[in-house]
């Protein structure tokens, strides 16, 4: 029979990809990457994004042969987002699925702020449609206006497309123009407001500047007039 170091030596328990590694977290919405692109933790609080954070970070981190099964035991993370840099300790453990054998280690993960694309459309105000509403007949007063915008706001809030903001609310002289961050949702909420105010809906659609992958941007101007 093996001795525990011996066992370890030839059955090792894990294998250290990287003992450190660097995350951006949009100070904003909470998105995330650990090495690429910006893909979850959007929406979430800062506590429960900084869980997510360590648990998909220690799987790029350590790499696990079929017989050992990795729990995080421990780590250490600041209550709010109060610095653009801080660095997450982990303790992490180790074991084998059918022995009693184990070993305990600590990870660091170094999270520093970075707002991601989407936050920065917002910002800059990036808009792929506009959607003009007045009245068939004379004009939009005041409460129609509010009620109007308010109602595409709320679309907004309970939508998970994340290009479903408003970027910019214009007053014209017969009724108000909404500038919506996304196409598809700008479509879908033109419809939902069409049929909310039992109006009439025409679409525009054209291409616009570039994407930042270089492609042509498909935007459109729809038109809607409520009774």
Known sequence: MLCVDCFLRKYPLYKIK???????????????????????????????????????????MVKLPFYSKLTIVDFKAPESFMQNRFSIPVIVEVRHVEEDVAERFTLEIEVYAEKCPLCKRKEKGVSEAVIQIRKERGRLNADEREKIV??????????????????????????????????????????????????????????????????????????????
């Open 150 to 227: 308010e109602f595409l706001r709320e679309l907004a809030r309970k939508s998970r497309d994340p290009k479903a903001y408003i970027a910019n609310v214009e007053i014209t002289g017969g009724g108000v123009n909404v500038w919506i961050g996304g196409l598809k949702f700008a479509e879908m909420a033109a419809r939902v407001l069409r049929k909310r105010f039992h109006g009439s809906m025409r679409i525009f659609r054209t291409f616009g500047g570039l994407d930042s992958s270089g492609k042509h941007m498909l935007t459109a101007s729809i038109l809607i007039k409520i009774p």
């Open 18 to 60: 990287n003992r450190g590694i660097k995350v951006k977290l949009c100070p904003m919405c909470h998105s995330y990457a650990v090495r690429r692109n910006f893909v979850r933790g959007r929406g979430l609080s800062f506590s429960e994004v900084t869980k997510a954070i360590v648990e998909d970070s220690v799987n790029k």
